[in-house]
């Protein structure tokens, strides 16, 4: 009997390094037997896929699973564990637990942190013993993916896979009952010997050069042939009847659908994809295309690139009709490197429920060299693609890859980097056979007449009683009117009651306990009934500040329209949220309507960008909860499409999987349609360039559409990508073998909105590339003998930047950010010069922000030119906030305003980001000003935002005190551009006491659009602020005394 367990993933674990993350890896244990997964670098959301089998010798024993962190200096950290008896599994229906989310627990019950997380396992038990099982046991360990028996070494069935764990298949021609306490020791014996016969026979087969192949194996396990002189072909063909064989494809593909329980379409795996296309085709003709035994794509694909011995086995349900599998064998074309090799695709189905195709395939070359130790996994994922204007029904197909390393080698990166560019070599063979077979979607096709799709986008009407039937039809209203008419009744019917105990004439107390309780239900339930009528008349009158509003300029206009969202997360006592979203591409925002009390929200908004000289790179989405624009806000979700790597006409229709931990949970998701235009064709490019030309200070030529074309195929590229310079260079980078580094000649290309480096020498390609908004900075450190007399550019990507292009870095610090090196340019000027230009257009620092703000401000400006104080700052309302006795002198006090190093402290400990101010400069007499600005840190404010100011400062009129003005904008905020912030600091000597002043703020909102929700807004700032002042104060009087 044997224990299947698969370790699928993890969640909300516990971090143990000091970065707040984890190295998780999963060990499991079970009598004598011991395994452990990979480990998964810096998650606590790891996802593993994997799958195990124990040997059952006693019901007693338990599974134990404990979770570690790995540390490579001392001792792995525990983070949590759970016990299953595997009692309760053979108790359990179908001897099977399913797929379950297991809470881990510390080590013990006094432990402090009691939330060590969740693990996803499946675990079930198999009647079934394959010899191969048998066999390992002559070994007593075994190792998670290899079965060992003296000098043999076979490769274990277990895959690496997140879906469900599936029970070997017999490996033998006669198959190993679990042991029964009645068997006697001769049967033992017997079986073992008949099947170490079968083995034996196996390995003749195998090693003989008679030309003959050994009958095709099942995806369970090895299927053993006898000798060519006694067939025994019933074997196989016996089990296949067993399994339903018989049943032709169309057949089986009705049956998955009809099994089809709507589970989630996987998701791509994480080594890349290769192909991405639409197809003129329904999904379940390019499914019968690609997969159906009786199509000769296959065999056609397999003639183009050279391939032999095609031979398909049948589609064969296993696992009682759960899953779908079959193998594939072939000999692949001999290359210039590799001989010819064997190779083994193993099939199995996913998901088919008439729309949705998914299939998984695992390919093995042990013949290979390093061969058993990896695999090369495949996932062909079909699905319905953008509606077609002519309405004939339409297919995408999306093939992903990934390696699973079976066993740990030097070679890793030497193997991945190999399979990678064969891969993509070998499915240009395939994507260009396949538009042969059908006709590819042509952008042209989907005409997606912006304005007409658009325009199918109205609100939908809903009434009064639509509305005051959502919110006031539930348990609390009708209990809370149903109670008030009883009472009213009762009012109605009782007899005025005498005046006891401390009551007299117009006061009437409860006389009992229970009038009491009463009392106190009713004043809660009124409360509850007042907030859901304020939320009824919110949802009435809430409209989104940007949506509908034209786009200005022309250039690369970008229009998002938000359809709807599903499954948001709930975070209201109601069991509801008012969500809305924010919008950001290149640095502008937008924001949507908040709806309220609902999870799955309905907006039909568009939003337009006003007009970019550059096509965007990123557009970022966040899903918020409204409740002020302070820490009272939670975040629901985010999302970030790359423009770069996603076909716009992907975008024309789209659902986009909301990320974090609360959208993850929820499986959120936001659905979008997204349109990028340039209004002024070549003209754009043109202009763009010339600005380039004049930060670079040389002329930059026009590349040629043939040019460009030739560009975006090397790297991938959409079609609004252009050209703007390219350089030849040496490219420093560490190989992955040792720790020695080598120095690889390429081209370095320039676009606007990445950098590329492309380099094919003796057939060893290099290629990668990487957003201008992932550097974090730029490096020129002098030239070296090495470099031939020419500086060395180091380009430093932000964390977790530019992961695709990793193979291309010389190192990866601590903190995981990539560093690239490139040297020996023929004209390091201008390369250096044009590398700094399109890196600051994308790029700006806080600085360069505050005086773009102050530029386009104009007639908004917070300072007025004739007399130097505020705008409108005798128009705002001013109010005590704050007053004290400080204990610290006026002189001390002003540092906090001098950008010392007390300022910095205080800021940094107020959760200020990126702080930066200009110097003090003299604007009239006794009057100096600065501007300031910073970011917000997340447990400030979820939003992340961005504040600018400017700060005056001025003498009392007696000398003895200073008076600070403090005027500051919000950017990224909801609702932040409806408001401006006043604060003035009046802190003055006492001259009775030494060492002590007494400080007085005053604040003030200034409000340029009107809103329905400036109390809030204003009860929510006003309590941060009062916060803020408090912890500010302290740490100067804490920096007083410790500097005495």
């Known amino acids: 009997m044997m224990l299947l367990v698969g370790v699928i993933e993890a969640r909300n674990l516990r971090a143990t390094d000091l970065n707040g993350s984890s190295d998780p890896y999963v060990r499991l244990q079970l009598g004598k037997h011991r395994f452990k997964t990979k480990v998964v670098k810096k998650s606590l959301n790891p996802s593993w896929g994997e799958d195990f089998s124990f040997r059952v010798e006693d019901l007693k024993e338990e599974l134990i699973?404990?979770?570690?962190?790995?540390?490579?200096?001392?001792?792995?950290?525990?983070?949590?564990?759970?016990?299953?008896?595997?009692?309760?599994?053979?108790?359990?229906?179908?001897?099977?637990?399913?797929?379950?989310?297991?809470?881990?627990?510390?080590?013990?019950?006094?432990?402090?942190?009691?939330?060590?997380?969740?693990?996803?396992?499946?675990?079930?038990?198999s009647q079934n013993i394959s010899f191969i099982d048998q066999a390992s046991s002559c070994n007593g360990d075994q190792a998670p993916h290899m079965v060992k028996c003296e000098d043999l070494t076979i490769e274990s069935p277990s895959t690496s896979f997140s879906g469900p764990l599936e029970s070997p298949s017999p490996m033998g021609t006669e198959e190993a009952a679990s042991a029964k306490e009645e068997k006697s020791l001769l049967d033992q014996a017997q079986t073992l010997l008949d099947q170490a016969q079968n083995f034996a026979g196996w390995l003749a087969q195998f090693f003989v050069k008679n030309g003959e192949t050994a009958s095709p194996t099942t995806s369970g396990g090895l299927a053993l042939s006898e000798s060519p002189e006694t067939p025994r072909p019933e074997v196989y063909e016996n089990k296949s009847?067993?399994?339903?064989?018989?049943?032709?494809?169309?057949?089986?593909?009705?049956?998955?659908?009809?099994?089809?329980?709507?589970?989630?379409?996987?998701?791509?795996?994480?080594?890349?994809?290769?192909?991405?296309?639409?197809?003129?085709?329904?999904?379940?003709?390019?499914?019968?295309?690609?997969?159906?035994?009786?199509?000769?794509?296959?065999?056609?694909?397999a003639e183009l690139q050279g391939t032999t011995e095609l031979q398909q086995g049948p589609w064969i349900f296993e696992n009682g009709g759960e899953s779908l599998k079959r193998e594939v064998t072939y000999i692949k074309a001999a290359s210039k490197l590799i001989k010819a090799v064997k190779a083994t695709e193993d099939q199995k189905y996913l998901k088919a429920d008439g729309k949705v195709f998914a299939v998984f395939v695992s390919v093995s070359t042990p013949d290979v060299m390093y061969g058993s130790t990896f695999k090369v996994e495949l996932l062909y994922c079909i699905t319905h693609g953008p509606e077609l204007p002519s309405g004939e029904q339409c297919s995408r197909l999306i093939i992903s890859w990934r390696m699973n390393f079976l066993q740990s080698t030097m070679m890793?990166?030497?193997?991945?980097?190999?399979?990678?560019?064969?891969?993509?070599?070998?499915?240009?063979?395939?994507?260009?056979?396949?538009?042969?077979?059908?006709?590819?979607?042509?952008?042209?096709?989907?005409?997606?007449?912006?304005?007409?799709?658009?325009?199918?986008?109205?609100?939908?009407p809903e009434s009064d009683w639509k509305l005051a039937t959502r919110y006031f039809v539930n348990f609390t209203v009708v209990s809370t009117i149903f109670m008030g008419l009883y009472v009213l009744t009762h009012i109605l019917l009782a007899k005025p009651?005498?005046?006891?105990?401390?009551?007299?004439?117009?006061?009437?107390?409860?006389?009992?306990?229970?009038?009491?309780?009463?009392?106190?239900?009713?004043?809660?339930?009124?409360?509850?009934?007042?907030?859901?009528?304020?939320?009824?008349?919110?949802?009435?009158?809430?409209?989104?500040?940007?949506?509908?509003?034209?786009?200005?300029?022309?250039?690369?206009?970008?229009?998002?329209?938000?359809?709807?969202?599903?499954?948001?997360?709930a975070v209201d006592s109601s069991g509801f949220s008012d969500p809305y979203v924010v919008f950001t591409c290149n640095g502008k925002t937008r924001t949507s309507s908040i709806k309220f009390q609902k999870t799955d929200p309905q907006w039909n908004e568009i939003f337009e960008f006003d007009a970019m000289d550059e096509p965007p790179s990123m557009l970022d989405v966040e899903v918020y909860d409204f409740d002020g624009p302070f820490d009272e806000a939670i975040s629901l979700g985010h999302a970030e499409i790359n423009f770069v790597k996603t076909n716009l006409s992907d975008l024309a229709d789209v659902w986009i999987p909301l990320q974090g931990k609360l959208a993850q949970a929820c499986q959120s998701k936001l659905h979008l349609r997204i349109f990028l235009n340039n209004t002024r064709g070549s003209n754009v490019v043109k202009e763009y360039i010339t600005k380039m030309e004049k930060e670079v200070g040389k002329k930059i030529n026009l590349r040629s559409p043939q040019t460009n074309s030739a560009f975006q195929k090397l790297f991938g590229l959409p079609s609004e990508e252009f050209l703007i310079n390219d350089f030849t260079c040496h490219l420093k980078r560490k190989m992955p073998l040792q720790s020695t580094v080598a120095y690889v000649q390429g081209r370095l290309f320039l676009s606007a909105r990445i950098i590329g480096f492309h380099t094919n020498l003796f057939g060893h390609k290099t290629k990668f590339f990487f957003l201008w908004e992932d550097i974090e900075g730029i490096q020129v450190l002098p030239p070296v003998f090495s470099s031939m007399g020419s500086p060395i550019i180091i380009i430093t990507l932000r964390q977790g930047r530019g992961m695709d292009a990793r193979h291309g870095a010389k190192t990866q610090d601590e903190e995981g950010r990539l560093k690239f090196h490139f040297q020996s340019f023929v004209s390091f000027n201008v390369a250096h010069r044009t590398?700094?230009?399109?890196?600051?257009?994308?790029?700006?620092?806080?600085?360069?922000?505050?005086?773009?703000?102050?530029?386009?401000?104009?007639?908004?400006?917070?300072?007025?030119?004739?007399?130097?104080?505020?705008?409108?700052?005798?128009?705002?309302?001013?109010?005590?906030?704050?007053?004290s006795v400080l204990s610290i002198p006026t002189d001390f006090f002003m540092e906090l305003f001098s950008g010392g190093y007390l300022e910095r402290k205080v800021v940094e400990k107020v959760g200020c980001l990126n702080y930066s101010y200009t110097p003090w400069e003299l604007e009239k007499a006794d009057v100096h000003q600065r501007q300031f600005c910073y970011k917000f840190d997340k447990r400030i404010s979820q939003y992340t935002g961005e504040v600018t100011g400017t700060q005056q400062r001025s003498p009392l009129s007696d000398r003895n005190g200073w008076v600070i003005e403090e005027v500051m904008a919000l950017h990224g905020v909801p609702l932040g551009d409806y408001y401006n912030l006043h604060v003035r600091y009046h802190v003055e000597e006492l001259p009775l006491r030494s060492n002590v002043c007494n400080v007085q703020v005053f604040f003030g909102i200034a409000w340029l659009k009107s809103t329905r929700h400036q109390k809030r807004i204003a009860k929510n700032i006003l309590s941060n602020l009062q916060d803020r002042l408090k912890v500010m104060f302290s740490v100067a009087e804490k920096e007083f005394i410790q500097g005495k």
């Open 65 to 125: 699973v404990s979770v570690m962190d790995e540390d490579k200096y001392f001792n792995d950290d525990f983070v949590g564990q759970l016990k299953v008896p595997v009692s309760q599994v053979f108790d359990a229906e179908n001897k099977s637990l399913g797929t379950v989310w297991y809470t881990l627990q510390p080590k013990n019950k006094k432990s402090k942190n009691r939330d060590c997380g969740e693990i996803l396992l499946t675990i079930s038990l």
């Open 835 to 883: 590398i700094m230009a399109l890196w600051k257009a994308r790029s700006l620092s806080p600085e360069q922000k505050v005086q773009i703000i102050e530029e386009e401000s104009g007639s908004k400006s917070f300072q007025s030119e004739e007399s130097g104080s505020f705008l409108g700052l005798e128009d705002v309302s001013m109010s005590e906030i704050y007053s």
């Open 241 to 301: 009847e067993e399994q339903s064989s018989s049943d032709t494809f169309e057949e089986a593909m009705r049956s998955m659908e009809s099994k089809d329980q709507g589970s989630e379409i996987p998701s791509n795996l994480p080594g890349g994809i290769l192909v991405d296309q639409s197809y003129v085709v329904a999904p379940p003709d390019l499914n019968s295309l690609l997969f159906s035994p009786d199509s000769n794509f296959t065999k056609s694909l």
């Open 497 to 569: 009651s005498t005046i006891q105990g401390l009551e007299f004439v117009g006061l009437d107390l409860p006389d009992s306990i229970g009038e009491v309780i009463v009392c106190g239900i009713l004043v809660l339930q009124g409360e509850r009934v007042l907030e859901l009528i304020a939320h009824f008349m919110l949802a009435r009158v809430q409209k989104g500040s940007d949506h509908g509003v034209k786009a200005q300029g022309d250039g690369w206009l970008l229009t998002v329209a938000l359809i709807e969202g599903t499954n948001l997360a």
């Open 412 to 460: 890793k990166g030497m193997i991945e980097g190999g399979a990678r560019q064969g891969l993509k070599d070998s499915f240009v063979q395939f994507s260009e056979l396949l538009s042969k077979n059908v006709k590819p979607v042509d952008l042209k096709d989907l005409g997606s007449n912006k304005e007409q799709v658009l325009g199918s986008l109205q609100v939908e």
